[in-house]
């Protein structure tokens, strides 16, 4: 009844013009009688749903499990740090913790030092989300926005399939393909049109940092693109219109409607790339020339934390080469955990004063 | 001031769907006009062809008339000129949950480049007040995320960010709908009282709310407007049966 008095209030109050409705009864309301007897046949629902236990235990045994299983990863963790630690003991006691900052790396003399491939690592990763992530955005803006509706569903799962390509293939691929266009096409148009960097100077082989950093961008493309393609295809479309309505053109309303709240997510997705730069081993040894450098030209060979692994574990003789070539695998996870946090501390900068989702 | 449209021989799909057939209307300037009728008799789909948001769809498809003012805005304009003088608020609210308040109010502005701090400052007040959001809001406008107020909070937000532009109509497809009756009739003293500056044209689903609000009152079913009249005569003398039917709630 209140609501109907209410509404006459408002009728009066805020426009005396607007006329009475025709006479517009509620079809019927619920009565005040009692309702019909029914038999109380026994109901064998509910003698069921009655018999059924409080499920207490239930609930708790399967809250153990679910702890269980969380616990799971911290022990996997700790037992991978602890395994690392143990078994570079002997590096750990030789060099401290001036290992990771030392530019040495003689097997010979036994002098190891862990920052050029910590420098190769940082640089390939780098270089190639630079070149990957511009190129990832723009096949995910095509495939959500701007592609017709057949071809969606072929590139889609093009982009999917580049992605289950086996590393070792794109390294072959890189051996074949990717040097001798470096060497012969692609290096001199770079020494000619931006030499005066200073980046491209000295010899070119084909093989080195930029060769690695583009197969890397090639391989990691796929991950972020069709991560970065899911995350806007959630982006509801009450978003979208609302920026149309506002008389947006289709750029326009693809930057604030959906990049803009698709930003986090897009993040994320780079991280994930990033994961992968960092700890592709394969095709990266493949190409990379492996040899520690720091800072020259990206034509000069250069070595990561995970292919200087690759390359050397099988031929490494004696206990303070072995451990060092296991604490570069203490510095590559290190490093991994740096990086994404990061990552974290840059999404929680961005998002501090606003919320994490769309509604 | 707002302009009047004229709509004539409008024909609307979606894929092979005939939503819309042969409507014929005059909305006149600076009035509220309500479009009643069940759901899925093409109403929405009428006021989105109004700002071209109709064609937004990859399989919908208009034909016809649509005159705003002078201008033929299915020929004499791209849709998003016309969408930059005609505001729409949607069914659901949807403020942009990464702008604060401020920059939700002012999005349109900024969006077609906009960036006179001073005049910006002004629009987000004058907007807010009009939506009788102003007082609620005032002192954390850069501080909140327009995607932290209340819903009824958040569709007022919407309105403003649709006056925010300084349209000459505005739409407003069931914009109450998914509010509480407090927001509710805040919202209509709203279209009260805009509705001397802009043309009004809502779409609504609650008879009592076009009685209320609006001037004239377009009755839709399937697709087809039934009838078009003053909101008085719509409600107290219907010319068709189909009208007199639905008004009585003896269906819909």
Partial sequence: MSSTRMTDERNTRSSPTAPPILSNPPASFAQDSAPPEVDAAPSAIRDFLRKRGSGRLADNSFAAVMLLCACSIFAIVLFIFGILVIHSRPSLVQFGWKFFTRQAWDPVMGDFGALPFIYGTLATSLLALCM???????????????????????????????????????????????????????????????GWTGLFSGPNFGVGLLTASIILAIMILPIISSLTRDIMTAVPNSQ?????????????????????????????????????????????????????????????????????????????????????????????????IVVNAIARLMVWAVTRNAPARVH | MGVGILVEDLNAWYGSNHTLQDINLHIPANHATALIGPSGCGKSTFVRCLNRMHETNPIARATGIVKMGEVDIYKDASPVEIRRRVGMVFQRPNPFPTMSIYDNVVSGLKLNGFRNRRILDETVERSLKQAALWEEVKDDLKKKSGASLSGGQQQRMCIARALAVDPEVLLMDEPASALDPVSTSKIEDLIFQLKSQYTIVIVTHNMQQAARVAENTGFFLNGKMVEFDSTHKIFTNPKDKRTEDYITGRFG
Avoid: Q
């Fill in chain 1, 240 to 336: 979208r219109e609302a920026v149309l309505a506002l008389g947006a053109t289709r750029w326009e309303m693809i930057r604030i409607g959906v990049l803009r709240n698709s930003r986090i997510g897009i993040v994320g997705a780079i991280m994930l790339g990033l994961g992968r730069a960092l700890g592709e081993t394969m095709a990266v040894t493949m190409v990379i020339g492996n040899h520690p450098n720091i800072g020259k030209p990206l034509f000069a060979p250069a070595n990561t934390l995970a292919s200087v692994i690759a390359g050397e574990f099988s031929e490494a003789t004696g206990d303070l080469y072995l451990s060092a070539l296991i604490e570069i695998g203490l510095a590559l996870f290190l490093v991994t």
């Fill in chain 1, 132 to 194: 990957a992530v511009p190129l990832a955005l723009g096949v995910a803006v095509f495939l959500t926005e701007l592609c017709p509706r057949p071809l969606r569903a072929p590139i889609s799962f093009l982009t999917e399939l580049l992605a289950a390509i086996p590393s070792v293939v794109y390294g072959l691929w890189a051996v074949f393909v990717l040097v001798p266009i470096m060497r012969d096409v692609l290096g001199p148009f770079l020494v000619k049109t931006l």
